[in-house]
């Protein structure tokens, strides 16, 4: 087999960060290498600096044997190069066909022959098997289907190395299957695959060999057959993580927060919640299963008030949670980890400890009528850095200094160490390194056991399934059925996730 | 819905012009040729911002870029004593106005308002400070007389006998609208202003393209002021371009950012401008004229205050692109 790929020595730094030190690697071809990591260990600035998306300080990058120009994207894609990225590149307001032409479009005259570039589609997901609509409109495309267009615009270039940044995070697990069958029939075809993830099974059910990087540096190369899940974990994250979660089991009592046929729209004013009821218990972690976008941000957003309700009710501890104003929620006792915690769940420029304080600065402890009380504030930050293990050097710096993980830490922090009714977690590890989702979870089961309902909504089904005392599977804006975590089967509720009948 | 009021707005607008047609014929064409002169600069100045906002940056220097670009045309145009001399001058500088714009915006990533600002403010102070009196120009750029279309009954004497940058302009308009929509120029361009990663990673220059576009626009705005300087006019004043710089933005807007919905809405403001402009000649109505000038920028405020919300601006307008982020 010839190689295809050789990073030999690339080290980059970001001011003060480095994000890759002194990393050499290979990829044959028809051979799959995932990179694993945890985040912020350095992957994706690696891959970048072989699509030419970043330039590197030091080191080489080989392409069939010849040396890359540094920071040249289309040298790289020239070179058969191509990336599916993490954030999708497609242009959401354009069609299928506009996109898998851009930068290289069917023409004559310049004018493109927008017939020619459709037949070219088709051709294309006939020849790998991926079906799509040439005409559809990105932005109406589901979140697998668009990944679909992104790895068609990849092999529209006559790829021979094809990257793919995190590509499972938005999938639902048989969409996650088809993609693994997929890239292993592009590396049947000779195409090398560079695969990051930090999802320990996809990588031991797809990969070939494994490479792990830590802090920037790389941790060793291995094979699924020589290692384990918890072997790699401890590779990524450098000390023995546990990935079950362990926790007793559940003593749900009263109904704290219940739903009565809620009806809420999205931003396009498209029914997303469509007459839904749910009641969580004190003392239980109820899980939220189900593809994005099929109402849960509408449906989290409405219960803490963010969002105008159609109709419905949203009941706190018997007390019916007034529309459209998220301090009433907050008082009747419902705290959010919200999905984007930059924009609901901290103000990046403010101090960690300010940030702590942010939903109750003007209550006793912290003001005495109209005045703060910044020692206590202060006080209060110190304490919870330490209990929630804050990585950082002091409560005073700005949150938007932090890691992402840290930044959830600091939300985490403020809503569960105030008194605990309700509460809704949205994604609360997103993006959150494997050290930190262990705590994050820890976290959320004390809640639990200190008597508070918690709903879970999360896109990981991985995350319900250990979390979960019961499962409640969303589809098209309608819980389609419950489970309790005991009887819950992987299988069935992807199937339902989903939209299929079971 | 849409199509609808369209349709009822051309049937009114039928209405009204068959009923004064039949009451005065050489009145209401000419208010139409009329409407034309006014629409035609307010037009242009809309093309410099599509262009540049369909890449991606925000333009509000088009004020600017119009007021200094009339300003050297027409001096050039008096020193040389050759209008079209001028009007060159006038689209080279418009050029060079662009181009201060791309280097603000895309090289040095400042905030695209605090640019266009810049620019305006450069070009009032430039043009009041060199300003000087007694000079003229040799004539206005000559009209010409359309062969077949200006034998046309009523649509000969609307159509016929415009300068020679109206009917460029409005050529310049439809082959935008084709380049646009059907061309891989057009196709990267409105990528770049949309989702510029995407075409970065497609192997399209985001800051190559937003330089062309952005000075190719400047052109068209210094275009603009040409016109109003050696072929609407004649003339060049302190302030000369009365604010239409901005007009223009609102009309890019009530466009959605199509060169020929652009079209439609400055036709309808010429229309509007020409018709009260009749009835004060008329003496139909008495209202004061100080008033009556206050319509375009009035309407303005209407059109913006109707189109808000409902249009959807190019998702990347104003950002500036940072590669090593995506």
């Avoid at chain 1, 384990?228 to 401890?234: D, F, I, P, T, Y």
């Avoid at chain 1, 804050?390 to 710096?397: G, K, N």
């Avoid at chain 2, 043009?127 to 007389?145: A, E």
Wanted: glycine share 8%; proline share 4%.
């Amino acid at each position: 087999m010839k190689t295809l790929l050789e990073i030999e020595g690339v080290s980059k730094s970001f001011g003060s960060v480095i994000a890759n030190e002194n990393i050499s690697l290979t990829v044959k071809e028809g051979e799959i290498l995932a990179l694993l990591g945890e985040n912020g260990a350095g992957k994706s600035t690696l891959v970048k600096a072989v699509f030419g998306l970043v330039k590197p300080d030091t080191g080489t990058i080989k392409i069939n044997g010849t040396v890359m120009e540094s920071g040249d994207t289309a040298a790289a894609i020239a070179s058969g190069v191509g990336m599916v990225h993490q954030h999708f590149q497609l242009v959401p307001v354009m069609s299928v066909t506009e996109n898998l032409i851009l930068g290289d479009e069917p023409k004559r005259f310049g004018v493109v022959n927008i017939k020619q570039a459709k037949k070219e589609a088709l051709a294309l997901s006939e020849k790998y098997g991926l079906e799509v609509d040439p005409d559809a409109i990105i932005e109406d495309l589901p979140v697998g289907m668009a990944q679909r267009v992104e790895i068609l615009k990849a092999l529209r270039r006559d790829v021979k190395l094809l990257i793919l940044d995190e590509p499972t995070a938005v999938l639902t697990p048989q969409e996650t299957d088809e993609l693994l069958e997929v890239l292993r029939n592009l590396a049947k075809r000779g195409v090398g695959i560079l695969f990051i993830t930090h999802k320990l099974r996809e990588v031991m059910a797809v990969a070939d060999r494994i490479a792990v990087l830590r802090g920037g540096k790389l941790m060793g190369t291995t094979t699924p057959k020589e290692s384990s899940e918890s072997k790699l974990a401890q590779m990524m994250v450098g000390r023995e993580v546990v990935l079950r979660v362990e926790k007793s089991q559940a003593k749900p009592k009263e109904v704290l927060l219940s739903i009565k046929n809620l009806r809420v729209s999205d931003d396009r004013k498209l029914e997303s919640v469509k007459d839904l009821s749910l009641e969580v218990h004190a003392g239980e972690i109820l899980g939220i299963a189900g593809v994005e976008g099929n109402g849960q941000r509408e449906l989290v957003e409405a219960i803490c008030s963010m969002r105008s309700r159609l109709s419905g009710e949203v009941i706190v501890k018997g007390q019916e949670i007034p529309n459209l104003n998220p301090r009433a929620a907050h008082l009747a006792g419902v705290s959010h980890i919200p999905e984007d915690r930059e924009k609901h769940g901290l103000v990046t420029s403010y101090s960690i400890a300010d940030n702590l304080v942010l939903n109750r600065f003007d209550q006793a402890p912290f003001a005495k009528g109209w005045i703060r009380n910044l020692e206590e504030v202060a006080n209060n930050g110190e304490s919870l850095v330490e209990k929630f293990d804050i990585r950082a050097p002091d409560a005073y710096l700005s949150a938007g200094s932090l890691s992402g993980g840290n930044k959830q830490k600091v939300v985490v922090a403020r809503e569960l160490s105030q008194q605990l009714d309700v509460v809704v977690a949205a994604q609360p590890t997103r993006g959150v390194d494997v050290g930190s989702i262990e705590f994050i979870h820890n976290q959320l089961i004390a809640a639990r056991d200190a008597g508070a309902a918690v709903l879970l909504v999360s896109a990981e089904l991985d995350e319900i399934l250990s979390l979960a005392d019961r499962i409640a599977v969303i589809s098209n804006g309608k819980i389609v059925a419950i489970f309790n975590s005991k009887e819950a089967d992987r299988n069935t509720i992807g199937r339902l996730m989903a939209g299929l009948a079971s | 819905m849409k199509l609808r009021t369209s349709h009822y707005l051309i049937f009114a607008f039928l209405a009204a012009f068959t009923y004064f047609y039949s009451k005065d014929g050489l009145v209401a064409t000419s208010v139409l040729y009329t409407a034309i002169q006014f629409a035609l600069p307010l037009a242009l100045a809309a093309m410099v911002g599509v262009m540049c906002e369909r890449t991606g940056v925000v333009n509000i220097g088009i004020e600017g870029t119009m007021l200094i670009s009339a300003f050297t045309a027409f001096f050039a145009g008096a020193i040389l004593k050759n209008t079209v001399q001028g009007m060159l001058v006038g689209v080279f500088t418009g050029a060079m106005m662009g181009l201060l714009l791309a280097l603000m915006a895309v090289n040095w990533k400042m905030d695209q308002i605090i640019a266009g600002v810049i620019l305006n403010i450069l070009a009032a102070g430039i043009t009041s400070f060199y300003y000087r009196q007694n000079y003229s120009i040799p004539s206005t750029l000559d009209p010409i007389d359309l062969p077949v279309v200006g034998a046309w009954p009523i649509l000969g004497p609307v159509l016929s006998f415009h300068g020679p940058i109206t009917y460029f302009g409005i050529f310049f308009i439809l082959a935008l609208w084709f380049a646009l929509y059907k061309t891989s120029w057009g196709l990267r361009s409105r990528a770049v202003g949309e989702h510029p990663s995407s075409a970065d990673t497609a192997g399209v220059s985001v800051i190559r393209l937003r330089y062309l576009n952005v000075t190719a626009a400047g052109a068209v705005g210094g275009l603009a002021g040409a016109y109003l300087a050696l072929e609407a006019v004649g003339i060049f004043e302190r302030g000369f371009t009365a604010g239409k710089g901005f007009t223009a933005l609102a009309i890019m807007i009530f466009g959605r950012w199509n060169p020929l919905g652009a079209l439609a809405a400055a036709l309808f403001f010429g229309l509007t401008q020409a018709v009260t402009n009749q009835l004060m000649i008329d003496e139909v109505v008495e209202i004061p004229p100080q008033f009556i000038n206050m319509l375009p920028y009035i309407l303005t405020i209407v059109v913006l205050a109707i189109s808000a919300g409902k249009v959807r601006p190019p998702a990347a307008e104003g950002i500036p692109y940072e590669k090593e982020k995506s």
